[in-house]
DNA sequence: CTGAAAGCGCTAACAT
DNA sequence: ATGTTAGCGCTTTCAG
């Protein structure tokens, strides 16, 4: 059975095109006997509209591209769910389209060149190698809104948490608990990313507001974003004779990573190290013990940048919009409440940005 | 400034559009001063081709769906990777559009239907809910192939692992480690999946071959398929006095959670219990202690299914292949090898299928 | 080897 | 309120 087309409506029903058109949309001028008439036709013939041949006539595909370094990160495939679901909710009709650029400047080339081909109406791109300047430039003329703390340029807009006031917020709370020896796990060892850069920074900050030595030992960099490296690497640090008593972590990987070290050496978590993990990943509240995480607010996240591509799809273009979403540190086992008035209930405490 | 389109292009450098197809298409017909000249009025104009327009005459978007219930969940997140790099790798050039099922029958029809308006070329899809019969009668002439171990039709490919000689093996390598109280952990307390129930047949046959003791007490259903719930669930098994020493879980969630619920009470794992997961997400490596966890052949498996699909969307049209790929039991620490001939490398252990 | 023209299925002016 | 018609950007016979 060949596909039903609108033509073979419009003859069945003995209407034009135009008038099988303003059913399918519900338009209301439309008569009721028609409507009837038309809807008949429809049925019988199991007519469904062809996505692409409208697409072609609007010149909208109903398509968003979200782009990132890897599906298997669990922050990005709750961000993916997140956005999948903040775009249904809007009810624009949007589906995505996933693309990984796998953290390289050739994958984020790649997906900035296949995006042209209009075949999505705007893009969604966490970056996290290409320069400011190559990403303005590339995008040419698609709606474009990026993700992250990664390079931006101005003419773009983004949305993102201010990741080192999380990172202050997240190492004074360990000051809160009595550390005084807190270190920083998870950073990139070559080709340090600016997600990276700004929680350093960040956890810098704090150590110095509370007088705390900053050391560059206690700078435990990793060969790649991912729990077993960072397993590996805290281990390493600490058969090197690195010692401290907090951990702030670059992200939940490295902090599964550090636990699994910790206990592997029998080190006893909170007690004799708190640690702190970023992205509250679905696992952070089922390790053992459970993890405590920097908690973008990833909802908003994807719902302002939603809004913000949306404005760009319908044309605006005023310069780029920067964006801040808020944050939560999640309390959990792996560094509890410092004082009891501080939290009374451990699973929902949080200390908002 | 306007798109450029293959009219440009062919004005530009003073030809027809069938010559800058050709060239566009690296046409063996094509002079080569022809193509020089086109070439630089396509690199002049920055022109890209559109794929909706392509599509519109072809027939062909270039896109595939993967629908599953949820990205979040490792393993399907794991999948979308693997099956995204399988594609990359046939050079067919197909791209992945991901549906999210939410795991529910509303959610599946959702996604069925939405396909069916020729934005994708095929479908990859792991029901759930949906019955074989709907699954073919509303597929209607998409090419499609269903994934994993759910209701399929014999009109349509499938590919899966032996759910049930997995359960076996994974349940007879518990017996190898002495274990003879040996639960279920995972399955859904209502609506029970048909991944579950193939794994609990083949828990039970390892159980029947060893002559184990089959009991009702020692299937912990949970509800839902989270970590957090297997926790709880494998916890008030303990707690209301349930003994076990060894665990198969419906998968890593699963295990992950009883690792949790184990550590809590203070039980030794592998030594009071011994647990096996199942579908080696990356984590298993990186718990305390590490995982064992039946692995299936991803990579084998995104690779047939896109084999069969491409074959449908060439046109194929015979009755539904059904194929079987491979899996591993990956032996770590929650439950080792049983023998130190069994296998002298723990980190690299299996069992093939 | 290259050009002209007829669609692919739908939308949206513009008419009536 | 309904019909006519000209595209949207590309491919693809069929001629030349």
């Not at 809807?39 to 591209?65: C, F, H, K, M, S």
Request: hydrophobic share 45%; with cysteine.
């Amino acid at each position: 059975m060949a596909r039903v087309r609108l033509q073979d409506v419009a003859e069945h029903a003995g209407v034009s095109m135009k008038t099988v058109s303003n059913v399918v949309h519900s338009h209301p001028n439309v008569s009721e006997s028609m409507r009837e008439r038309v809807q008949r036709a429809i049925d019988e013939l199991g007519y469904r509209p062809n996505a692409i041949g409208r697409r072609l006539a609007t010149g909208r595909t109903g398509l968003l591209a979200l782009a990132f370094a890897d599906v298997r990160l669990p922050y990005f495939s709750e961000l993916a769910n997140e956005v999948s679901k903040a775009a249904a909710a809007t009810g624009s009709g949007y589906r995505l389209l996933l693309e990984e650029t796998e953290g390289t400047i050739e994958g984020e080339r790649a997906v900035l060149s296949a995006s042209e081909a209009g075949l999505v109406d705007g893009m969604l791109l966490q970056p996290s190698q290409m320069s400011s300047r190559e990403i303005a430039e590339r995008h040419g003329d698609l709606p474009m809104v990026l993700l992250g703390e990664g390079p931006a340029p101005l003419t773009v807009d983004r949305v993102m948490i201010d990741n080192v006031a999380a990172a202050t917020v997240a190492t004074e709370h360990l000051a809160n608990l009595g550390r005084t020896r807190i270190a920083f796990v998870g950073h990139e060892k070559s080709a340090m990313s600016s997600t990276s850069r700004q929680r350093i920074m960040g956890y810098q900050e704090g150590l110095e507001r509370r007088g705390l030595p900053v050391e560059h030992d206690l700078l435990i960099d990793t060969n790649a974003i991912t729990s077993h490296d960072a397993a590996l690497a805290v281990g390493a640090a600490l058969d090197r004779g690195v010692r401290f008593d907090g951990l702030v972590c670059r992200d939940d990987l490295a902090a599964i990573g550090a636990l699994r070290a910790l206990h592997e050496r029998n080190i006893s978590i909170p007690d004799d190290v708190a640690v702190i993990g970023w992205d509250n990943i679905a696992f952070a509240s089922t390790t053992f013990p459970s993890l405590s995480s920097v908690a973008p607010n990833t909802q908003a996240l994807a719902r302002v940048a939603l809004d913000m591509l949306a404005e760009r799809i319908e044309g605006f273009d005023g310069i780029g919009r920067h964006r801040i979403v808020d944050f939560e540190l999640v309390l959990r086992e792996s560094a509890p409440a410092a004082f009891p008035t501080e939290e009374p209930d451990l699973a929902a405490a949080t200390v908002s940005a």
